[in-house]
Nanobody, 128 residues
Framework: QVQLVESGGGSVQAGGSLRLSCTASTYTYGVYHMGWFRQSPGNEREGVAGTSIADSLQAYAKSVQGRFIISRDSAKKTLYLQMDNVNPDDTAMYYC?????????????????????WGQGTQVTVSP
Protein backbone atom coordinates (compact mmCIF):
# COMPACT_ATOMS: atom_id res chain seq x y z
CA GLN A 1 0.00 0.00 0.00
CA VAL A 2 1.45 3.35 -1.06
CA GLN A 3 0.71 6.26 1.28
CA LEU A 4 0.82 9.77 -0.14
CA VAL A 5 0.93 13.00 1.85
CA GLU A 6 0.43 16.37 0.19
CA SER A 7 1.63 19.72 1.50
CA GLY A 8 2.22 23.26 0.31
CA GLY A 9 -1.34 24.42 -0.19
CA GLY A 10 -2.55 27.77 1.07
CA SER A 11 -3.92 31.14 0.04
CA VAL A 12 -2.36 33.23 -2.71
CA GLN A 13 -3.36 36.20 -4.80
CA ALA A 14 -4.01 35.96 -8.49
CA GLY A 15 -0.78 36.08 -10.45
CA GLY A 16 1.19 34.54 -7.61
CA SER A 17 2.86 31.14 -7.24
CA LEU A 18 2.65 28.05 -5.05
CA ARG A 19 4.54 24.78 -4.99
CA LEU A 20 2.73 21.66 -3.88
CA SER A 21 4.61 18.61 -2.64
CA CYS A 22 3.57 14.99 -2.35
CA THR A 23 5.73 12.62 -0.35
CA ALA A 24 5.37 8.86 -0.45
CA SER A 25 5.77 7.64 3.10
CA THR A 26 5.98 3.98 2.21
CA TYR A 27 7.64 1.66 -0.25
CA THR A 28 6.90 2.80 -3.80
CA TYR A 29 7.94 -0.30 -5.73
CA GLY A 30 5.48 -0.91 -8.52
CA VAL A 31 4.50 2.74 -8.99
CA TYR A 32 4.87 3.63 -12.66
CA HIS A 33 3.23 7.02 -12.89
CA MET A 34 2.08 9.84 -10.62
CA GLY A 35 -0.20 12.80 -11.04
CA TRP A 36 -2.04 15.74 -9.59
CA PHE A 37 -5.80 16.15 -9.60
CA ARG A 38 -8.07 18.85 -8.24
CA GLN A 39 -11.67 19.25 -7.20
CA SER A 40 -13.61 22.41 -6.48
CA PRO A 41 -17.05 22.50 -4.79
CA GLY A 42 -19.80 21.29 -7.06
CA ASN A 43 -17.40 19.96 -9.67
CA GLU A 44 -15.96 16.59 -10.48
CA ARG A 45 -12.34 15.82 -9.79
CA GLU A 46 -10.19 16.63 -12.81
CA GLY A 47 -6.68 15.69 -13.85
CA VAL A 48 -4.18 18.55 -13.76
CA ALA A 49 -0.83 16.96 -14.60
CA GLY A 50 0.72 13.51 -14.80
CA THR A 51 4.19 12.08 -15.20
CA SER A 52 5.70 8.73 -15.96
CA ILE A 53 8.29 7.36 -13.54
CA ALA A 54 10.30 5.43 -16.12
CA ASP A 55 10.55 8.00 -18.90
CA SER A 56 9.88 11.64 -19.68
CA LEU A 57 6.25 11.26 -20.73
CA GLN A 58 4.04 13.91 -19.16
CA ALA A 59 0.54 15.32 -19.61
CA TYR A 60 -1.11 18.58 -18.64
CA ALA A 61 -4.67 19.82 -18.65
CA LYS A 62 -5.15 22.59 -21.20
CA SER A 63 -6.26 24.96 -18.45
CA VAL A 64 -2.85 24.79 -16.73
CA GLN A 65 -0.48 24.24 -19.64
CA GLY A 66 2.27 26.82 -19.63
CA ARG A 67 1.57 27.77 -16.00
CA PHE A 68 2.04 24.55 -14.01
CA ILE A 69 4.99 22.17 -14.03
CA ILE A 70 5.03 18.65 -12.60
CA SER A 71 8.34 17.23 -11.44
CA ARG A 72 9.70 14.65 -9.03
CA ASP A 73 12.69 13.87 -6.86
CA SER A 74 13.17 10.12 -6.81
CA ALA A 75 15.66 10.16 -3.93
CA LYS A 76 13.18 12.02 -1.74
CA LYS A 77 10.19 10.06 -3.09
CA THR A 78 8.51 13.40 -3.65
CA LEU A 79 6.32 14.72 -6.44
CA TYR A 80 5.94 18.47 -7.00
CA LEU A 81 3.52 20.76 -8.74
CA GLN A 82 4.89 24.24 -9.40
CA MET A 83 1.94 26.57 -9.93
CA ASP A 84 2.71 29.95 -11.49
CA ASN A 85 0.45 32.81 -12.58
CA VAL A 86 -2.47 31.29 -10.70
CA ASN A 87 -6.01 32.60 -11.06
CA PRO A 88 -9.23 32.17 -9.03
CA ASP A 89 -10.26 29.25 -11.25
CA ASP A 90 -7.34 27.29 -9.79
CA THR A 91 -9.02 27.32 -6.37
CA ALA A 92 -9.61 23.70 -5.38
CA MET A 93 -8.54 20.79 -3.23
CA TYR A 94 -5.47 19.30 -4.88
CA TYR A 95 -4.80 15.57 -4.69
CA CYS A 96 -1.70 13.57 -5.40
CA UNK A 97 -2.11 10.15 -6.99
CA UNK A 98 0.05 7.16 -7.91
CA UNK A 99 -0.62 4.34 -10.32
CA UNK A 100 0.76 0.85 -10.84
CA UNK A 101 -0.28 0.19 -14.42
CA UNK A 102 2.63 -0.15 -16.81
CA UNK A 103 2.89 1.64 -20.17
CA UNK A 104 0.25 4.27 -19.55
CA UNK A 105 -0.52 6.33 -22.63
CA UNK A 106 -0.27 10.09 -22.40
CA UNK A 107 -4.01 10.35 -23.05
CA UNK A 108 -4.65 8.23 -19.95
CA UNK A 109 -2.47 10.18 -17.54
CA UNK A 110 -5.22 12.59 -16.50
CA UNK A 111 -7.87 9.93 -15.89
CA UNK A 112 -8.82 9.01 -12.32
CA UNK A 113 -9.17 5.39 -13.33
CA UNK A 114 -5.43 5.24 -14.13
CA UNK A 115 -4.49 5.65 -10.46
CA UNK A 116 -4.63 3.26 -7.52
CA UNK A 117 -3.45 5.39 -4.62
CA TRP A 118 -4.57 8.81 -3.44
CA GLY A 119 -3.51 11.37 -0.87
CA GLN A 120 -5.87 13.28 1.41
CA GLY A 121 -5.51 16.55 -0.46
CA THR A 122 -4.24 20.06 0.18
CA GLN A 123 -6.38 23.17 -0.28
CA VAL A 124 -5.38 25.94 -2.67
CA THR A 125 -7.31 29.21 -2.58
CA VAL A 126 -6.62 31.99 -5.08
CA SER A 127 -8.07 35.42 -4.42
CA PRO A 128 -8.67 38.01 -7.16
Amino acid sequence: QVQLVESGGGSVQAGGSLRLSCTASTYTYGVYHMGWFRQSPGNEREGVAGTSIADSLQAYAKSVQGRFIISRDSAKKTLYLQMDNVNPDDTAMYYCAAGSRRSLRQSEMLLETSYNYWGQGTQVTVSP
